[in-house]
């Protein structure tokens, strides 16, 4: 519901939504969304399909494709461009819905819960290509989870919501060094910042 809100995609029934200094509040197109699954079009191939947001955004198909090859690699696609969304393992159909929602080329991205459905390996490595990729491209992202511990390693603050109606119950900035690695899990002050997620989520 909070990135419907924001994205323009629902209407909020108090506050605003504010996007460097200026009220967004219901305006669509302003940030790029990528929901709980990967929604790749089975007809479509891996290339096709994360150049659709660039296409709908209104930028020439051989543009889109031209920008898509460029990261390729750099997702961990290069050579299955034209494979189709059936013949592609679950974190490579996670990869390529997280460069299509790069391609769309918005400086904020809404990732909701975007590992949810991976096995906890593939979860975790995941976790650790994203924060890789966010390093080079620089994007803010709003990130949704379950996963306390998943919150800790990805963010600089993190917030916890009530059950509905959802408020704030906690505000937790992540005071913790980058670039981040799996071992940073079993340190002291990780430890510590898990602990107080746990505790205001138990409430």
Request: positive net charge; without cysteine; aromatic residues 8%.
């Amino acid at each position: 519901t909070l990135f419907n809100i924001v994205s323009g995609l629902e209407p909020a029934d108090a506050g605003q939504v504010i996007l460097d200094g200026r009220d967004v509040t219901g305006q669509a197109g302003l940030f790029a969304y990528m929901p709980q699954r990967d929604l790749l079009l089975p007809w479509r191939t891996l290339l096709d399909n994360v150049i659709l947001g660039a296409e709908l955004a209104g930028r020439r198909r051989q543009q889109a494709r031209q920008e898509a090859r460029g990261l390729l690699p750099l997702f961990g696609l290069e050579g299955f461009e034209r494979n189709y969304p059936a013949t592609l393992s679950g974190g490579m159909r996670q990869r390529a819905a997280l460069l299509r929602t790069f391609l769309f080329q918005r400086d904020v991205l809404l990732l909701d819960e975007p590992f949810g459905a991976l096995d906890a390996l593939t979860r975790a490595g995941m976790q650790q290509w994203l924060l890789e990729v966010w390093a080079q491209l620089s994007r803010t992202i709003l990130f949704i989870t379950h996963d306390v511990e998943e919150a800790v390693f990805l963010s600089d603050r993190v917030y916890v919501l009530t059950a509905r109606p959802a408020r704030v119950q906690l505000e937790l900035p992540i005071a913790l060094s980058r670039p981040r690695r799996r071992d940073l899990v079993t340190s002291p002050s990780f430890i510590a910042l898990k602990r107080r997620l746990l505790e205001a989520v138990m409430l």
